[in-house]
């Protein structure tokens, strides 16, 4: 949906990305114990596009999420870099987590992050990534 105020136009989009594996643990816990084995409350990818009067976008995104990681962050552009009409990329999107401690685990690739649950899964990786693109465009 887009809205035009004076020279600024502004889009939204949400999509949901309450992904996980069962008997994965829930991100930050930091207790192996604490696994989803369903999901209560819909997580979701929120954003905001801004164009200005010169073309210039940004997006800003919030993702019901512990962080946003590195390697999510580049799967992202990643992403967005085979969408060229958006005209998006490092230099105008933002991604910011609500720090929610009931979000999916899984989607980190560094040790320390992936310390407390079971590891690395590419079904929470791909739909953290392909939730926050959906939002987006």
Same mark, same amino acid.
Do not use: K
């Given at each position: 949906?887009?809205?035009?105020?004076? +020279?600024?136009?502004?889009?939204?989009?949400?999509?949901?990305?309450?992904?996980?594996?069962?008997?994965?643990?829930?991100?930050?816990?930091?207790?192996?114990?604490?696994?989803?084995?369903?999901?209560?409350?819909?997580? $979701?990818?929120?954003?905001?596009?801004?164009?200005?009067?010169?073309?210039?976008?940004?997006?800003?995104?919030?993702?019901?999420?512990l962080?946003?990681?590195?390697?999510?962050?580049?799967?992202?552009l990643?992403?967005?870099?085979?969408?060229?009409?958006?005209?998006?990329?490092?230099?105008?999107?933002?991604i910011?987590?609500? $720090?929610? $401690?009931?979000?999916?685990?899984?989607?980190? $690739?560094?040790f320390?992050?992936?310390?407390?649950?079971?590891?690395?899964?590419?079904?929470?990786? +791909?739909?953290?990534? +392909?939730?926050?693109?959906?939002?987006?465009?």
């Open positions: 949906m887009m809205t035009t105020s004076s +020279d600024l136009q502004f889009g939204f989009g949400r999509r949901d990305i309450s992904c996980f594996e069962p008997e994965m643990t829930m991100m930050g816990w930091g207790v192996r114990t604490n696994r989803a084995r369903e999901v209560g409350v819909p997580l $979701h990818a929120r954003a905001v596009l801004v164009r200005d009067a010169l073309g210039t976008t940004m997006a800003f995104v919030a993702i019901d999420a962080i946003v990681t590195q390697g999510l962050w580049w799967g992202v990643e992403a967005l870099a085979l969408r060229p009409e958006l005209g998006l990329g490092a230099h105008n999107v933002i910011v987590a609500t $720090h929610s $401690h009931s979000g999916p685990s899984g989607y980190a $690739h560094h320390w992050t992936n310390m407390s649950t079971p590891g690395f899964s590419q079904v929470v990786y +791909d739909g953290l990534r +392909d939730g926050i693109v959906g939002a987006i465009a």
